[in-house]
């Protein structure tokens, strides 16, 4: 924790410097992620008003982190990992072409190992997300 984070940075900087865990600590970098899914969907009441309805889903999530705390670049990652996910939701059907929607869905996308370039450590990151959706399903050529 008290070592100076000219360290980190392999070159002279003027001035006083941060610590490393002061630079390890602060927010920096980005993270994207990306998926495709087979889903399944059981609907519990199809013939009603409102219907409810459950679902599960599994394929791949690729996860792209670029790690750069305090503007450090500290590493990048990129990693393909199965993914699973399960939905419930509800549509109330307003008329025959118009439905209302809303649906949650828990979507985990596996693990990202993500191996420091400077320091001899590795960060595993794992890809958890909720996911709330609300809309209006519109039935085209009725």
Known sequence: DGRDARILTRHDMAGPTPTV????????????????????????????????????????????IDYRPSTVDLGQSKETN?????????????????ELFGQYTYRDGGNTGLALDVVPARIEHDSRQSIVAAGIRVALGK
């Open 82 to 98: 199965f993914a699973w996910q399960v939905m419930a939701g509800a549509t109330f059907k307003l008329t025959d072409r118009f």
């Open 21 to 64: 865990a002061e630079i390890l600590n602060s927010d920096g970098g980005s993270e994207k992620s990306y998926g495709a899914f087979a889903n399944v969907f059981y609907d519990i009441n199809s013939e009603g008003h409102l219907m409810p309805y459950i679902g599960a889903g599994a394929g791949l999530q690729r996860t792209e």
